[in-house]
């Protein structure tokens, strides 16, 4: 067998069409899939879509089977072609909704009436119906032609019944699969083929060790794996001669004919515009659910359980999900959602309607009474505490087709709400759904209410990248604080790293500290100490913390020290004044305190649901750097960006594990979520987490790793240091900044340099944030200086080979790093890179980088890229300008010019480019005046090579400025996108031909002159 971990992109490729093969998919050559379309903006076979429709459809009348007209045939496949009009996302929608409901058509019919019957696209519930393609290298035209490349070639196109549905792109081992996660996600860009992604359900992205996949706009951070045990005999079958890889699995997983079409048709949704398709998880539990729901008890119950999967992994769309399951597998079900909290059920109820789901929230114990007697079909959700006006008003609905979906169910499958809601629903089927594993007293509980449908562990979870993982600091203050060599040894840890000015601001904040009363104490060194962290590390990122603390009167009292500092702004949520919430307020003053607060709030906002509502949507955009909360938003409330919790309050069991996942969803560059735990709750996380009595009542098993702590960001930054040391080993004279420049002209050497930097500078950041490295780092000086020096490095290169090295929001992150931890101001900040025809401020970047080969190669880098970019406008010109740049790189590498001759070949080139002397030879007189005709001159004179001497050229100058004369009388303003003024130009120009064929008994390659011209046309005039 071969080996499949060693093979090319073109054998990795071979290899998944044959898969696919096997799979029962019929292969497309490239020059098939070619000459089956019309041109090549059209990405739908219609011939096969045609002769599909024409098989899976007939409509009954008056006991007879009609097929459909070609009319309605043809108004079928036209309808599929949706603009874009409204976006990707929405045309994508329109094109789903019709691929899963089909479309209506009016048919005459024998007695002369006419009557419209339903047609369908795909026959879901019999795959075996449609047909299955595979093609590769499928060419698709742009939309914007203003560039040289006219085409995009992803690798695979997956046909269902011609209907591009599947897209696949592959790299051999050796590349990571973020370039082709890269690369789909490009495609979907509107200037180049977002039309192929108005029909595109399933993207994959893989080479044989590692595979994601997606839908269509799905963000880079939400593409996910699948996992699934395949049977060695099935992978027998299927994979012939070789060793299945990981890339065989998922295609088999994705792709074999019934999954694609139950995925697409059963596990996607659209969820507030954005196209969202099932994690494996979810589809698993899904399906386990539905096969469980089939077996019944004694009594005539459905068989329930408890799905327990980590928060942040997608419960509340699964929710959705198995929903929309239920209610397609059975008939008049009633699906009723019960949370324990006001807030978690108006969210949920809000999750529903974006996906499309008719929903009625049942806000009082009347509406809940209403919503039952009336029966409709639309789901109810509900406060579980909102069954006991159900049971006084007599309401029962003994139906074993009620489905009772219980969110956070450890909190309510106990008690007497409990109760009632099994009195209204005795023979419904309870399915728990829970973010946080089992305590040991739970479990036995829970095998009576059902069994464990199916469960997915956070470590599972960060394993998939589904969530981030959870980096833990322990800060324990005391709860009295007398001892003043903790004191001094505190403001020397919060010190680290300041500035002679930012360490004076500190010091008046301690010398407030030290005035307050002693019970007082302990929440200023605390807030002293976030306020600090934050301005270290967060603050200008993007991200943001949240605070949890004992009590309204703490939550209260922080902010107004914040206030008083005036750093950050926070804010902060807690419930009325006279609802229990937190630790209770024993003291009269702090009562008042929170009384008065709570008083100004109502008045400014008029309702606390009001109040609430703002600053959630406040912190969620950023725009409040500290939530302060006590109970309530730490389970239940998302908001990616927070990036970390400050911990100063009692928590344990589900409380704990729901805190911490505050800060565990996924975001931008948000590598992991930081907990950093002023109460010692997990003391320095160096036992197993069931060891501390916060967590003792948990299964080991169940946490797993959950947490990781300092130790291993630090393994994690010298393992990168250790890389970077690596890649400069060639280099011989480390102290030579130049040595390493020249070392990095290759443009993969550079690749491989930026991504070993922005991890290297992730996790040295991560591990200073913690006061623990300068206990675990001796040589810390060390590291500093590296980052500084391979930043620099970063900032050279990038200029002296002039391209835009963007590390995302993470840029700021670093930059924020070097200011904070390394003392570098005197490292500048990347800037956007300088237009060449931006002539003093593009000389003046070439003042800014040493030495006359890093200045040539600047302007080298600046003008190949101009080329590059604007090549169609003037081929001729371009061409000639590559060919000067080429032959001086050829005499200065083969050392018969010095460097400083090589600069001055290259300051000429940019001259000519900057003064757009574009004069390459003597021209005709009458267009001595005319740069576009000149232009075109140039361009077409290789096609009438053997006619031109004794005069014809100034025939070939008139030539040249009537088709630049018919070009400009038909632009308009986005004329790109018009066929109509395509057609016209085309015809102009090749009438002119026809007259000149005819006047000077000549032939010459009309169509080949037409594409040059319009190439050029489109390239120089197209952004009007």
């Not at 697409?264 to 515009?273: C, G, L, P, R, S």
């Not at 499309?356 to 079909?377: M, Y």
Request: charged letters at 30%.
């Amino acid at each position: 067998m071969t080996d499949p971990y060693i093979n090319s992109e073109p054998k990795v490729q071979e290899d998944s069409i044959k898969l696919l093969e096997n799979l029962g998919y019929v292969f497309i050559s490239e020059e098939e899939n070619k000459s089956k379309r019309n041109n090549l903006k059209d990405v739908i076979l219609k011939d096969i879509l045609k002769e599909q429709l024409k098989k899976l459809n007939s409509y009954n009348y008056k006991g007879k089977t009609y097929k459909f007209s070609e009319k309605s045939i043809e108004n079928a496949i036209d309808d599929l072609d949706v603009p874009l009009t409204e976006g990707l996302i929405k045309s994508n929608e329109h094109v789903y909704d019709q691929l899963i409901l089909g479309n209506s058509y009016e048919e005459t019919l024998d007695d002369c009436s006419k009557r419209s019957f339903s047609m369908k696209y795909i026959d879901f519930d019999n795959p075996e119906n449609n047909v299955f393609h595979v093609t590769e290298e499928y060419s698709v035209q742009k939309q914007n032609l203003n560039q040289i490349e006219k085409n995009k070639r992803p690798d695979l196109i997956l046909f269902v019944n011609g209907i591009p549905l599947g897209i696949i792109e592959l790299k051999r081992s050796s590349v990571s699969v973020e370039e082709g996660i890269s690369q789909i996600i490009n495609y979907q860009n509107k200037e180049l083929i977002p039309h192929l992604f108005r029909y595109i359900q399933i993207a994959v992205a893989g080479n044989p060790r590692e595979v994601y996949y997606a839908t269509t706009g799905t963000e880079k951070k939400f593409w996910s794996v699948w996992k699934e045990d395949l049977s060695d005999d099935l992978l027998k079958t299927i994979v012939i001669d070789r060793i299945p890889t990981k890339l065989d699995k998922d295609i088999y997983s994705l792709f074999n004919k019934a999954r694609f079409l139950e995925i697409v048709k059963e596990y996607t949704i659209f969820d507030a515009n954005i196209k969202k398709i099932a994690r494996y998880q979810q589809y698993f539990a899904i399906k386990e659910t539905l096969k469980s729901i089939d077996n019944f008890d004694a009594n005539g119950i459905r068989s329930g359980g408890l799905i327990w999967h980590t928060q942040g992994s997608g419960k509340s769309l699964t929710m959705v999900m198995l929903t929309r399951a239920l209610k397609r597998k059975i008939n008049n079900s009633k699906i009723v959602v019960v949370t324990d909290r006001v807030d978690l059920d108006k969210q949920i109820k809000e999750t529903f309607l974006h996906a499309r789901l008719d929903v009625l929230r049942a806000t009082t114990g009347q509406n809940l009474v209403k919503f039952l007697k009336e029966n409709k079909d639309a789901v109810i959700t509900t406060v579980i505490n909102k069954f006991e006006s159900a049971m006084r008003n007599d309401i029962i609905n003994d139906s074993s087709n009620v489905f009772v979906l219980v969110d956070e169910s450890h909190r309510t499958q106990y008690g007497t709400f409990h109760a009632k809601m099994k009195k209204t629903f005795p023979h419904a089927c309870y399915i728990g759904f829970t973010g946080t594993p089992l305590m040991k007293k739970e479990k036995n509980s829970f095998n009576k209410f059902g069994h464990m449908i199916h469960k997915y562990t956070m470590d599972q979870a960060v394993s998939d990248k589904a969530v981030v993982p959870l980096l833990y600091e322990g800060r324990e203050v005391p709860q009295e604080i007398t001892d003043k060599k903790w004191l001094d040894k505190k403001f020397e840890l919060i010190s680290r790293d300041l500035s002679d000015e930012q360490k004076e601001d500190l010091k008046k904040k301690w010398a407030i500290f030290q005035k307050v009363a002693s019970s007082e104490r302990r929440l200023e060194v605390i807030a002293i100490d976030i306020n600090e962290h934050f301005k270290k590390n967060l603050l200008g990122t993007g991200f943001n913390a949240m605070l949890a603390t004992n009590s309204k009167f703490e939550a209260v009292r922080y902010h107004k020290i914040f206030e008083n500092y005036g750093d950050i702004k926070t804010a902060f949520v807690i419930s009325p004044p006279d609802l229990k919430e937190g630790v209770e307020e024993l003291d009269d003053e702090n009562k008042k305190l929170v009384q008065n607060e709570w008083g100004k709030i109502i008045k400014n906002y008029g309702s606390e649901e009001d109040y609430e509502d703002r600053i959630k949507s406040e912190f969620k955009a950023g725009e409040i750097d500290l939530l302060i909360v006590v109970d309530k938003l730490l389970t239940g409330f998302d908001s990616p960006r927070t990036t970390t919790l400050y911990v100063d309050k009692e928590l344990k069991d589900h409380r704990l594990l729901q805190a911490i996942a505050r800060v565990n969803r996924l975001y931008d560059e948000k590598d992991c979520g930081f907990i950093i735990d002023y109460r010692g709750l997990l003391g320095k996380l160096d036992m197993a987490l069931t060891s501390y009595t916060s967590l003792a009542n948990f299964d080991e098993e169940d946490l797993g790793t959950t947490m990781i702590n300092t130790e291993q960001e630090i393994h994690l930054f010298k393992n990168y240091y250790s890389h970077l040391i690596d890649l400069f080993k060639p280099v011989k004279n480390k102290n030579d900044r130049e040595e390493y420049e020249v070392f990095l002209a290759n443009n993969d050497l550079r690749k491989e340099f930026y991504k070993y930097l922005k991890h290297y500078a992730k996790h040295l950041g991560y591990a200073l944030s913690s006061e623990q490295i300068y206990d675990l780092v001796e040589d810390l000086k060390k590291y500093k200086s590296a980052l500084k020096f391979y930043v620099e490095l970063r900032k050279n290169v990038s200029l002296r080979y002039y391209e835009r090295i963007d590390f995302g929001k993470y840029e700021e992150h670093m930059q924020k790093l070097l200011d904070t931890y390394i003392g570098a101001s005197d490292v500048e900040h990347l800037t956007e890179l300088v237009n060449i025809f931006d002539v003093e401020n593009f000389n003046r970047e070439i003042v800014r980088v040493e030495g006359g080969r890093a200045k040539a190669d600047l302007i080298k880098s600046a003008v190949e890229k101009h080329i590059k970019h604007s090549f169609d406008e003037n081929p001729v010109y371009y061409q000639s300008l590559s060919e000067r740049i080429k032959d001086v790189l050829e005499k200065y590498h083969e050392k018969r010019i010095s460097d400083e001759e090589y600069l001055k070949s290259m300051q000429h080139v940019l001259k000519d480019v900057q003064s757009k002397n574009m004069d390459l030879k003597t021209y005709p007189t009458l267009i001595s005046e005319s740069q576009d005709a000149k232009i075109i001159f140039d361009n077409i004179y290789e096609y009438f090579g053997e006619y031109t001497g004794n005069g014809f050229e100034d025939d070939l100058a008139e030539l040249s400025l009537k088709f630049d004369s018919e070009i400009k009388k038909n632009l308009k303003v986005n004329w790109v996108e018009s066929q109509d003024v395509h057609n016209s130009i085309k015809q102009g120009i090749d009438d002119i031909l026809w007259n000149l064929e005819d006047e000077m008994d000549i032939s010459v390659d009309n169509e080949k002159i037409i594409e040059k011209i319009m190439t050029m046309a489109i390239s120089r005039y197209g952004k009007l």
